[in-house]
């Protein structure tokens, strides 16, 4: 037991962990950006610039007088991928979320009934308004009817974020299932899922925009990457959410909201609390330097995605760790061996290999100038 | 071993069956869609680089962008709700899925990545590139969506005809299983028919084109049709290969499953008429109506097929594995010795709503056994199946079940459990009265003693020793005994059958309309193998 968490199980359990915690981690970036930038997009449209000479001209649309926001350009134009991608990225935790825990998340799952399916239909509105913002006629319109549609859809993904914090707390609680099941209960309320939601929420804003900032400063030709204005607000905006969303959800998974009977990791959430103070640290004094240049710098960029990075897994594994506390993990391990046995785990490694060198081609031909055809 | 206990929950009115079945349907459809839309434009995408059709361009553009928002929103919304609803209607099937193929799931999805990133450059970027990369990325998107079909095929085709993996347990035993490939190349040629009567809506929604444009289109999309005659062949193969008595189900031992069979083969065959007679070999113009309604025919095709699918599964999710209701063949002697109903943690939801402690029994045993597939007074629900039975019709034909009717597992519970569900459905029947008499022997002292006409005269007449004909109390015990000495007879009088069988190589299957009655079916099984599957299901 001396090696770290999730390494100090069995070899079986530790690598679906592991598996678990890395995938979840490629989804949490997704899912960060699609919530908090649906969010950025309520207010984004009152952000646009009036823009110089605007009123000599004598425009008729109001929307011609505005130089639009950049964070708010970029987010509108790949919220919908941004979603698809967060939904195929969940595909892979989901999938071993299973095998390490099947029977609270199945209970779980059951238990929330109607209310927890609804996600899907909920998700599917929530995906078409952000197509609909796309359209020329939302851009070109009155700034509340845009801000009306990206409050619905982030209500949407509010929605399924809660209702997947509901799931997790209920899953923990497995003294509470026989009760809920009597009562016919569809939401499993306590004070801790909500904290929770709110503290996943705030502290999406920082992912959100550092990925915008990395696609800023991919458009090499733009003006926005120019512009001190820009970094000031990119700067602000990520450190101020950083500190209060990390406290609030830290706080929230604290909490302990059901008594945890199974061996706990103290020496392991203290490592992973340094990981997440020193991330914070890292994107704290990078944002920082950064808001005092008048253009994005790749290094700066580079330091606060380390930074995130850290943080990011240390909150993974903060929440992990508060689940093992509350599950008997001993027992679980022979399911977990019994899976590891099965077949198919070489062909997957060469399938991953071989799809992202796939997705780079897909990626470097979808960004190259168009190439002259053959006659 | 104990069983693993989930909360069943009640969808009403509605079957269970028919939620899955709904949203399964919906999901099979678009992501059929995707598959073949892939390859569509792959064709018209060559038709454009070899200025074969100046307008294929234009077509793919458009095409591609419906794509992008019925496939890639509704279609990968429904395949996450897929496996929500799975773990609704059965959570242990799915974790048997999960445990033996999680790794083939794996695969899938990073072949499902590289559809995503694929399809969204395209999207983004396809309108500005040369005809090679254009090309590229559709091959590649083709690519992804196709080998997510063939994954995906080899995990649902296992639940009917495992093959080899049930002496195995081999991974890849199971995936390569006997239906693997008739169904891998169906699926195929339905995904083509698709996305090409989708390409026929697309198209005549392109107002800006002419109509000798359109109709040129159009009549090079209906290309993408003519493997519509390859489908019969693959029928067959596929009937061929499923299990005997699947077979037997949709070839008239069902009327439900022949009905459904024949309307997916009946709108196959329209379609794939119009298409050969009028599309391909006359070139007739189709308009947007004719066209939609086509492809209405086509879901109804797909409906009716995926229905079938799933259907002739039963009495197993997995096959020879796995139980319709979650109980695996290997649990049930000891189920029927400790009760179904023992281990189960979570209690009823309305205890009040029953007039007794029995019918409370009943009701659990029902929520266990029966309500994955049936609903007690709604969607093939259990007061109309068994409603017309007299009380010992019941107890004989449900203890029975397996044998009763072909695609029911076996009643796995006690003796108690049996009468409780017995009783639970005459409540119903009889439109839940206040007062209900508990028939068997109860197990609180103060609660009313039993009357002998209540107890059933089966159990009376069979097992002199076990009751008290004074009292009318039952020894469970001698009861349990006498009832696997009949067991053990049916077994000795099915192998005299059997004999039968194997000289006239046919299967023998009760009638569920007139008791006693036997229908022949032809079979090829070998002897060996139906011995084993009816004696020990």
Not at chain 2, 22 to 39: C, D, P, S, Y
Not at chain 2, 78 to 98: A, C
Not at chain 2, 268 to 291: D, E, F, H, Q
Not at chain 2, 402 to 420: D, I, R
Request: net charge positive; aromatic share 12%; glycine share 6%.
């Amino acid at each position: 037991m001396d090696r770290v968490f999730p390494f100090c199980y069995p070899a079986p359990t530790a690598f679906y962990l592991s598996a678990y915690m890395a995938s979840l981690l490629v989804h949490l970036v997704f899912m960060q950006y699609v919530l908090a930038g649906s969010a950025y997009l309520v207010f984004g449209r009152f952000l646009d610039r009036p823009m110089f000479g605007a009123r000599q001209r004598g425009s008729e649309s109001p929307s011609d007088d505005f130089q639009p926001d950049v964070i708010h350009e970029t987010l509108r134009d790949w919220l919908p991928f941004a979603t698809s991608a967060a939904i195929t990225a969940g595909v892979a935790p989901l999938l071993f979320l299973q095998i390490l825990y099947r029977k609270s998340f199945y209970t779980a799952n059951l238990l929330l009934f109607h209310r927890w399916m609804a996600i899907v239909p909920v998700l599917i509105v929530g995906f078409y308004l952000l197509y609909l913002l796309k359209t020329e006629r939302i851009r070109r319109g009155p700034a509340w009817k845009e801000s009306a549609i990206a409050l619905t859809a982030l209500a949407c993904f509010g929605f399924t974020a809660w209702s997947w914090t509901e799931n997790h707390m209920l899953s923990l609680d497995a003294k509470s299932w026989a009760e809920v099941y009597q009562r016919g209960e569809l939401m499993h309320h306590t004070p801790g899922a909500y904290l929770r939601t709110l503290g996943w929420f705030l502290s999406s804003f920082p992912a959100m925009l550092l990925l915008v900032a990395w696609q800023i400063h991919g458009r090499r030709s733009d003006i926005a990457t120019a512009s001190r204005r820009l970094t000031y607000k990119l700067a602000g905006l990520a450190n101020l959410m950083l500190i209060f969303g990390t406290t609030v959800l830290l706080y929230a998974i604290l909490l302990k909201p059901t008594p945890a009977p199974h061996e706990s990791h103290q020496g392991d959430a203290d490592a992973y609390a340094w990981l997440l103070a020193s991330g914070m640290i890292i994107q704290l004094l990078g944002w920082m330097f950064q808001s005092r240049l008048d253009s994005l710098r790749r290094n700066l960029l580079l330091v606060c995605t380390v930074g995130q990075l850290a943080v990011l897994i240390s909150i993974v594994a903060v929440r992990e760790l508060g689940r093992v506390a509350r599950i008997d993990m001993g027992e679980l391990s022979q399911a977990h061996a019994d899976a590891f046995r099965v077949a198919g785990l070489p062909i997957f490694i060469f399938f991953l290999i071989f799809n992202a060198a796939l997705v780079a081609w897909c990626i470097r031909v979808a960004t190259r100038g168009p190439r002259p055809t053959r006659p | 071993m104990p069983t693993t206990n989930y909360p069943i929950n009640d969808f009403g009115p509605v079957m269970k069956g028919l939620v899955i079945g709904g949203l399964g349907i919906v999901h099979v459809f678009l992501a059929q869609f995707a598959i073949g839309g892939g390859m569509l434009m792959c064709y018209f995408q060559r038709l454009a680089s070899t200025n074969r059709s100046p307008n294929a361009r234009q077509l793919l553009d458009g095409y591609f962008k419906v794509l992008v928002l019925v496939s890639f929103v509704v279609g990968a919304l429904t395949g996450v709700g897929m496996w929500f609803t799975t773990i609704q209607i059965s959570p242990r099937t799915i974790g048997v899925m999960v445990d033996q193929f999680h790794w083939v799931w794996a695969i899938e999805w990073t072949f499902f990545c590289l559809e995503v990133v694929a399809g969204y450059a395209f999207y983004r970027a396809g309108p500005r590139l040369g005809d090679r990369d254009r090309m590229t990325l559709l091959v590649l998107y083709t690519m992804a969506a196709w080998f997510s079909l063939f994954w995906i095929n080899g995990i649902l085709s296992w639940q009917l005809t495992p093959g080899e993996w049930t002496r195995t347990q081999n991974v890849w035993a199971g995936f390569f299983n006997p239906s693997f490939w008739p169904s891998l190349f169906y699926r195929t040629i339905t995904s083509l028919t698709i996305a090409s009567l989708a390409a026929c809506i697309v198209i005549n929604a392109m107002h800006d084109l002419d109509l000798s444009a359109r109709r040129g289109l159009l009549n090079q999309a209906a290309y993408l049709l003519a493997p519509m005659l390859f489908m019969p062949a693959l029928g067959v193969w596929y009937l061929r290969v499923i299990p005997a008595d699947s077979r037997s189900w949709v070839l008239g031992g069902s009327a439900a499953m022949t009905m459904f069979m024949t309307l997916a083969i009946g709108a196959s065959l329209m379609i794939g008429l119009y298409a050969m007679v009028g599309l391909i070999r006359r070139k007739l113009y189709i308009n947007g109506a004719t066209a939609t309604l086509l492809c209405a025919l086509a879901f109804g095709a797909t409906a009716g097929g995926e229905f079938v699918r799933e259907g002739i599964r039963k009495p197993f999710t997995i096959r020879e594995h796995l139980y319709s209701n979650s109980i695996r063949p290997t649990e049930v002697a000891r189920l029927k010795k400790v009760g179904c109903t023992t281990d189960d943690p979570y209690p009823l939801r309305d205890p009040e709503r029953y007039a007794n402690d029995q019918l409370r029994l009943g009701a659990k045993v029902f929520r266990v056994q029966c309500s994955v597939c049936h609903t007690m007074n709604g969607m093939n629900g259990l007061t109309h199946l068994a409603g017309t039975w007299t009380t010992e019709q019941r107890r004989l034909n449900i203890s029975r079940l397996e044998h009763t009717k072909p695609f029911m597992p076996p009643f796995a519970g006690n003796a108690e459990e049996l009468e409780a569900l017995v009783q639970l459905i005459e409540w119903e029947k009889a439109e839940r009265p206040k007062e209900w008499a508990v028939s068997a022997e109860p197990t609180d002292e103060k609660q009313e003693k039993p009357k002998m006409e209540t107890v059933p005269p089966w159990m009376r007449d069979k097992s002199p020793t076990a009751t008290q004909p004074a009292t009318g109390r039952v020894d469970w015990d001698a009861l349990r005994n006498q009832l696997e000495r009949d067991r053990e007879r049916l077994h000795e009088s099915m192998a005299r059958q059997l004999m039968g069988e194997q000289r006239r190589n046919v299967i023998l299957i009760p009638t569920t309309h007139s008791p006693g009655a036997f229908r022949l079916i032809p079979t090829t099984m070998p002897w060996e193998d139906r011995v084993t599957s009816k004696l020990n299901p």
